[in-house]
């Protein structure tokens, strides 16, 4: 491809470059081969410019630099550009051409992951070639691909958007993270619809304060979304109305959902213990589905992606129909097994204070025993949230064991003091498999265990080497040796 048909570039460049030969685009110098432009991004360890001159020395034909970087000693042509994020996620999709018809993205402190599985269920129930890409990685008719960035690098992204395309997917619902919206990893993607679930603490060794945080994501809303597209908001969370008002006044069509929503209004929830019985008012018309999954916040999620699929053209009953054949996102309160007297034991991704709140207050109504939580915080991730996290399982539940959770470079037993600190009567078991085997040794009939953190997770990071470890193949097994033992004593 030239470089002329690249979008992102200035027009001064293009004048001058525009014939160039572009054969690939990276951010990342080690991955640079001849004739691929080169992005020099400043990030949060290193500053790409640095190694502008060694991408050059790798055959880069054109260099993408900031315009406040001078860069020099550079054997070859460079363009600056005041943003080069953009410039590379534009240049990206122009590169890669084309992506599936109908692309929308979800944002929110919680529930992306779930909320992306759901509208690619709902797509796909209703008959359209769907794709789901986030957190657990990348679904659709012909891939299921386990996953590690929640929003992809934009080239990686628009790379996957094209073979999906070639695949015969016409709808993806993909989820926008704080640090892919800040980083604009999304500015290439042309969406169809938005979504916000909610927002709580995360990020706080990325983000400065709440507010940059919430501002974060509302680019997708203010910068993102063209005018009129529909903006799909849950409306129950203490950020609800400002997000509503920032996507009204960037001119977008918000549609509410939840008990104060106005496009699905909720009506009425019973809780049984693996389901819940819904009643919902869409246009007027009142609906009575059952979903097939346990939790709270289970039901807003399904109303934001069924948002989001009433919004993108499938009919309101056809998206009921869908609600009541969901599956749950893998590691989202996914129930494991139970024990011989029946007390689930379940695996969750619930890794920051609000995702712990609700869990563990989502399993309380259906739990006559106690609820047992196993959980830990990631190492080089925001310190802040640990005590905040010993409160909350203290508080909810009865018992509690704090192991570790990706220490990664920092010392185990200092993660866990911190949220020991917290959580006065909590026991420390730092060996995650151990801890999981004397939380299934302890359940009794009655009992819930959680097993929360890690979800789909399949490693366990140790400084900077990632062990291979599985909530969900421990806590199963753990329930196979507890059943084989209490059938022969
Ligand atoms: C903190 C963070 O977001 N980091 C992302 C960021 O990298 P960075 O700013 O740290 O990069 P850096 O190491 O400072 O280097 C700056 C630049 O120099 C380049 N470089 C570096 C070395 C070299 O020899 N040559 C070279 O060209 C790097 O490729 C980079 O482009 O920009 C990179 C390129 O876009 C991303 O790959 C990288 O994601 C890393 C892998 C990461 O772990 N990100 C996580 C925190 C993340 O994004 N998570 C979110 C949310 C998770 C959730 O809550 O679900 C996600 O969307 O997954
Ligand atoms: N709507 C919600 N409100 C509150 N908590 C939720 C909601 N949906 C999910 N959770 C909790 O958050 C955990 C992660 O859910 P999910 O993976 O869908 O969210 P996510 O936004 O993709 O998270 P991440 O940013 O970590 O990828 C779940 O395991 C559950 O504990
Ligand atoms: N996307 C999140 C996932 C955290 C999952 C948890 N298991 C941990 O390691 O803290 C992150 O990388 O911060
Ligand atoms: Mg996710």
């Known amino acids: 491809m030239k470089l002329k048909e690249l979008n992102g570039i200035p027009a001064l460049a293009i004048s001058e470059f525009g014939e160039t030969t572009i054969n690939g685009l990276t951010s990342d110098s080690r991955q640079v081969k001849p004739g691929f432009l080169f992005a020099a991004l400043k990030g949060s360890k290193a500053d790409g410019s640095v190694y502008a001159a060694d991408a050059a020395k790798r055959g880069a034909a054109i260099i993408v630099a900031a315009s406040a970087s001078k860069l020099s000693n550079v054997s070859a042509p460079i363009i600056y550009v005041d943003d080069p994020r953009r410039a590379l996620a534009l240049a990206a999709a122009s590169f890669y051409r084309v992506q599936p018809d109908v692309m929308v993205a979800i944002t929110g402190t919680s529930g992306k992951t779930s ?12 008959g359209f070639a769907s794709a789901s890409i986030g957190t657990t990685g990348v679904v ?20 996957l958007l094209s073979e999906l395309v070639e695949e015969g997917v016409t709808h993806a619902a993909m989820e926008a993270s704080s640090h892919g919206l800040d980083q604009r990893r999304l500015d ?63 001119g977008c069509k918000v549609l509410t959902v939840g008990r104060k929503g106005e496009f699905i209004t909720l009506k009425r929830v019973e809780h049984e213990r693996f389901r819940q019985h819904v009643e919902v008012q869409i246009a007027g018309e009142i609906f009575e589905i059952t979903l097939p999954l346990a939790g709270d916040f289970q039901v807003a999620n399904g109303l934001v992606a069924a948002g989001l699929a009433i919004a993108t053209g499938v009919p309101a009953a056809a998206a009921m129909r869908g609600l009541e054949r969901l599956k749950g996102a893998p590691g989202r309160l996914d129930l494991v097994g139970a024990t011989e007297e029946g007390a689930p034991a379940y695996v969750d991704y619930a890794h920051k204070p609000d995702a712990l709140e609700n869990v ?18 990631g190492g080089d991730r925001d310190k802040g949230k640990r005590p905040m996290m010993g409160e909350i399982a203290t508080r909810l539940a009865d018992v509690v064991i704090v192991t ?15 949220i020991l600190a917290a959580a006065p009567g909590a026991q420390e078991i730092g060996d995650r498999h151990e801890a999981i085997r004397v939380a299934v040794a302890m359940m009794k009939s009655g009992d819930t265990l959680i097993v929360a953190g ?21 806590v199963a097994q753990a329930l196979k040796d507890r059943l084989a033992r209490e059938r022969n004593p």
């Open 360 to 377: 563990l207050t989502s399993v309380r109504p259906f739990t006559t025993g106690r609820v047992i939580v196993v959980f830990g915080c």
């Open 140 to 159: 659709s008719p012909a891939r299921n691909d386990y996953g590690s960035l929640t929003t992809p690098d934009p080239v990686e992204l628009h790379k």
């Open 404 to 418: 570790d959770d990706n220490p990664r470079s920092e010392v185990p037993a200092t993660i866990r003091a911190e």
């Open 115 to 126: 909320v992306a599985s759901f509208t690619r269920q709902i797509w796909a129930n209703a």
């Open 454 to 474: 890690k979800g789909h997770e399949e490693g366990q990071t140790v400084g900077t080497v990632v062990l291979p470890f599985s909530d969900h193949t421990e």
């Open 188 to 250: 290439g993607v042309k969406l169809a619809a938005g979504a916000f679930t909610n927002l709580g603490r995360d990020h706080m060794d990325y983000h400065a304060t709440v507010e940059e945080y919430h501002a974060a994501k509302l680019r997708l809303f203010r910068e993102l979304l063209p005018k009129g597209a529909p903006a799909v908001i849950f409306a129950d969370d203490p950020f609800s109305k400002p997000t509503i008002a920032a996507a009204a006044e960037a």
